[in-house]
Nanobody, 119 residues
Framework: QVQLVESGGGLVQPGGSLRLSCAASGMIFNIYIMGWYRQAPGKQRELVAS???????NYADSVKGRFTISRDNAKNTVYLQINSLKPEDTAVYYC?????????????WGQGTQVTVPS
């Protein structure tokens, strides 16, 4: 079965950086669109960034210029580099995998990793 396992979250001071990783198994990784979503307390889950099998990327306006999504198809892993962290980036970050014909926010989900940026 498909498994997505996130790692790399933690407590980081404002202005700091983190790299989140999501290791996938049980799937043909390179045919999936991979995405990172986040959910802050009391808010809806939102798409942060996505990357297609061909490497095309898409970002939420709120993270453009600070977040970078990438994938390593040989390692079945997708990454999210987060720079210049802000308190409003505090959330649980979820990895998502979906085929192109599956509408957002469908597909498979990881268990999430917590990112905390104190104010």
């Amino acid at each position: 079965q498909v498994q997505l396992v996130e790692s790399g979250g933690g407590l980081v001071q404002p202005g700091g950086s983190l790299r989140l990783s999501c290791a996938a198994s049980g799937m043909i990784f390179n045919i999936y669109i991979m995405g990172w979503y986040r959910q802050a307390p009391g808010k809806q889950r939102e798409l942060v960034a996505s990357i297609t099998s061909g490497g095309s990327t898409n970002y939420a306006d709120s993270v453009k210029g600070r977040f970078t999504i990438s994938r390593d198809n040989a390692k079945n892993t997708v990454y999210l580099q987060i720079n210049s962290l802000k308190p409003e980036d505090t959330a649980v970050y979820y990895c998502n995998a979906r085929r192109g014909y599956v509408p957002q926010p469908g597909g498979y989900w990881g268990q999430g990793t917590q990112v905390t940026v104190p104010s």
